[in-house]
């Protein structure tokens, strides 16, 4: 089932700007991945943090995780064209494998 | 990062046929694979889980008769969309996990589009 809500829902940027969009979930997580998605296509495994991490950095993006507030940011610096995709946070329960998606960020960057 | 194959890419059939959907772990040993389907602008919703060797675990709501899940080797999971209907139009996504191991991520594989007409 779904856990996580994502907002935005939709984001426009221009190239260069940043693009933030932030996840939230309502059980315990063992970790917390963020996926892209192309128009019609498979997803793509962007960054994994873990619970007991609060930030990690992998070139441009950025993620956040505050297991407190439940939630997580993805921020991706100096945007550019082909970073036009839909965002997917997913998190991993504490009790099994299982990937539960968010709905999802759609951006769009502007040339 | 692993590759998963996941074919075919677009299938449309006829109302009442059966669809096969091939989903392959390519360099790596799959010990788990996840189903899920995609509607248009909406997230991922998981409609099984199969483990290698053993009958797969359906969602709450998926019909196991409905989408049959074979995952006869470590390499190898099928999913067949039985007496398809126009409502099983949809994007089906499969993934695969090596759990053997530490937990890592899961590789997705390309989707398949399908249109019963």
């Known amino acids: 089932s779904q856990q996580g809500e994502e907002d935005p829902q939709a984001l426009s940027i221009q190239e260069g700007e940043n693009a933030t969009m932030n996840c939230s979930y309502k059980t315990s997580i063992n970790n917390l991945q963020w996926y892209r998605q192309n128009s019609g296509r498979g997803l793509v495994h962007l960054i994994l943090i873990r619970s007991n991490e609060r930030e990690k950095h992998s070139g441009r993006l950025r993620v956040t995780l505050d297991t407190s507030k439940k939630s997580s940011s993805l921020l991706i610096t100096a945007s550019r064209a082909a970073d036009t995709a839909s965002y997917f946070c997913?998190?991993?329960?504490?009790?099994?494998?299982?990937?539960?998606f968010g709905a999802g960020t759609t951006v769009t960057v502007r040339a | 990062g692993a590759v998963v194959s996941q074919h075919p890419s677009w299938v449309i059939c006829k109302s009442g046929t059966s669809v096969k959907i091939e989903c392959r772990s390519l360099d790596f040993q799959a010990t788990t694979m996840f189903w899920y389907r995609q509607f248009p602008k909406q997230s991922l919703m998981l409609m099984a889980t199969?483990?290698?060797?053993?009958?797969?675990?359906?969602e709450q709501g998926v019909e196991k008769d409905k989408f049959l899940i074979n995952h006869a080797s470590l390499t190898l999971s099928t999913l067949t969309v039985t007496s398809a209907h126009p409502e099983d139009s949809s994007f089906y996504i499969c993934s695969a996990r090596d759990l053997g191991g530490d937990r890592t991520e899961a590789f997705f594989g390309q989707g398949t589009r399908l249109t019963v007409v």
């Open positions: 997913a998190t991993e329960g504490s009790n099994d494998y299982k990937l539960s």
């Open positions: 199969s483990n290698e060797g053993s009958k797969a675990t359906y």
